[in-house]
């Protein structure tokens, strides 16, 4: 089983812009546009890999006016992505070009990492990996195959403390501790991509503000049902954590439920896959809706914003 990152959830403003910057600049391949199924008239859309597979997946629901977030405790701190190691200097230099905000490179946990934010305000960061360019990338974007994004290299979080946290990471979704840099702790999977969560403890702080450049929530995978099941049974039974009943969204099945450190979290099951409603090779081209939507798709069609 793969341990690690199934997607991360995320709120922009609008939904053109947001497409523009993760598609063009980024080169992500939009893999799914369908609504927000609690809010309809709300886009959602998913990037990632050619297959939109898990460990790759950044997702959005973007708002015309939304009000900016703000980055506090029980949320996530930085979302970060692997490229090749020796892609940074590439990266920069695009950055450079699209007039994109970015840090200088730094060294966190012996990797070259690459902040970055995107239109919104989203922390961001591209880290280099030593055998990424053996992974599977989208290539049908503007960057060149050789420097493409690899998917999740994994999130940071940022919490009060680390321990009960720490404690999920390890005992529900089989994580080990691999390192610590002064306030940061990291947890690693055997996933590759999506293998990482790292923990930032800075005590007493201002809690975070939900709103564009904020991550809503982030998923973990689980292989299928029962690897769910016997997730959630491990919260409820040694953690007492409570979670959701199990909620079908048409490309995974999902249960729900907050950390102790306040972070939302999701875990979400690998199949059935985003290949479900549409060929591999036209992912992402056509709206798709859930069949509860569908009769009213003329009424979601006429309220969503044009993307082209």
Request: charged share 20%; net charge negative.
């Amino acid at each position: 089983m793969a341990n690690g990152l199934h997607h991360v959830t995320a709120i922009s403003g609008p939904a053109r812009r947001n497409l523009d910057f993760y598609t063009r600049v980024l080169g992500l391949r939009l893999v799914k546009r369908t609504v927000n199924f609690d809010d309809p008239g709300t886009y959602h859309l998913y990037y990632g890999d050619e297959a939109g597979a898990p460990g790759t997946i950044l997702t959005f629901f973007p708002w015309d006016n939304v009000a900016p977030g703000r980055v506090g405790i029980g949320e996530t701190q930085e979302t970060a992505f692997r490229v090749p190691q020796g892609a940074i200097g590439y990266w920069t230099h695009r950055f450079i070009a699209a007039g994109v905000p970015h840090e200088a490179p730094a060294r966190v946990f012996g990797e070259t990492v690459l902040p970055f934010r995107d239109p919104d305000g989203m922390a961001l960061a591209l880290v280099g990996v030593p055998g990424a360019e053996a992974e599977p990338a989208w290539t049908g974007g503007d960057v060149p195959a050789e420097h493409a994004i690899r998917g999740f290299h994994g999130v940071t979080l940022l919490l009060r403390e680390d321990g009960p946290t720490a404690r999920i990471l390890t005992d529900v979704f089989g994580l080990t501790e691999t390192g610590r840099e002064g306030a940061l702790a990291r947890f690693s999977g055997d996933a590759g991509r999506g293998g990482h969560v790292t923990l930032r403890a800075v005590g007493e702080f201002l809690r975070g503000r939900p709103g564009g450049g904020s991550v809503h929530h982030i998923a973990f995978r689980a292989a299928d049902d029962a690897a769910q099941a016997a997730m959630v049974r491990r919260l409820t039974e040694a953690h007492g954590v409570q979670v959701t009943e199990q909620r079908d969204r048409n490309y995974f099945r999902s249960v729900y439920f907050r950390e102790p450190g306040g972070v939302l979290f999701e875990i979400a099951t690998d199949s059935p896959g985003f290949a479900v409603d549409e060929a591999a090779a036209h992912l992402g081209e056509a709206l798709k809706l859930p069949g509860f939507l569908e009769p009213h798709r003329g009424e979601i069609e006429r309220v969503l914003p044009a993307l082209a």
